[in-house]
């Protein structure tokens, strides 16, 4: 069973560009979870795709956007970059909604905004 | 303002005593908490959850107690062994959409 991979492990980007990050979901998993992890802090929650679908937002700008695959596969697409942007990003999959609990995380991709 | 809270950001214990990892919650509304370990350059791993309708839950070495009425959460590691030192996070949940994290723990196991 593969577990969930992210790409790129690090970037550097300038403010004001756009970053598109990458992540492959658990084998069976449905559902893709997005979040920021600044230093120090515990992961926050940026948005949840269900087959396909935004299924639940956190309190992040509109330029945070995303998309979801048929193969559950996802992006998280970040525009205008800031530097306040600068932080470890990090994707879950978990099983069919309804199931609440686990999610299986991805190893991050540590973004930094110059 | 923060749903989760870890109010100590670390903690050590020595080899083979108990751990006890702490969390309080302000959100009466979360239905599921988890606690998930994290290690250096990996991401979270999912270690136990306990439901809002039940007041412990046991895997192995470690437990999960819950306390609704004073929105509190614990979580005992026994015996503790070096292997255990990692962040430990606390999360809940509603519905199983929109995960709140607390800060983290860092625990600290002394051989």
């Known amino acids: 069973e593969t577990g969930v991979t992210q790409s790129p492990t690090h970037l550097i980007k300038t403010r004001g560009q756009q970053v598109t990050l990458r992540c492959s979901s658990q084998?069976?998993?449905?559902?893709v979870s997005w979040y920021q992890q600044a230093l120090g802090q515990g992961p926050q929650f940026i948005f949840q795709?269900?087959?396909?679908?935004?299924?639940g937002r956190g309190n992040f700008p509109p330029r945070f956007s995303g998309l979801q695959f048929p193969n559950y596969s996802s992006e998280l697409n970040v525009n205008a970059l800031e530097l306040d942007d600068s932080a470890l990003y990090l994707c879950?999959?978990?099983?069919?909604?309804?199931?609440?609990?686990?999610?299986?995380f991805g190893p991050g991709t540590r973004l930094t905004v110059t | 303002d923060q749903q989760v809270k870890q109010n100590s950001p670390s903690l050590s214990v020595q080899e083979g005593r108990i751990s006890i990892l702490n969390c309080d919650y302000t959100?009466?509304?979360?239905?599921?908490f988890l606690w998930y370990k994290k290690y250096p350059a990996e991401g979270p791993t999912f270690l136990i959850s306990?439901?809002?309708?039940?007041d412990k839950n046991e895997d192995g070495r470690f437990t999960v107690f819950l306390n609704k009425s004073a929105k509190h959460l614990s979580l005992h590691i026994v015996p503790s062994q070096p292997g255990d030192s990692a962040v430990y996070f606390c999360?809940?949940?509603?519905?199983?959409?929109?995960?709140?994290f607390g800060p983290g723990t860092r625990l600290s196991v002394l051989p």
């Open positions: 084998s069976g998993h449905n559902t």
């Open positions: 795709y269900y087959r396909e679908e935004e299924n």
């Open positions: 306990i439901s809002s309708i039940k």
């Open positions: 879950a999959s978990s099983r069919p909604q309804g199931l609440a609990g686990e999610q299986y």
């Open positions: 959100n009466s509304m979360f239905d599921y």
């Open positions: 999360a809940a949940t509603l519905y199983g959409q929109n995960f709140v």
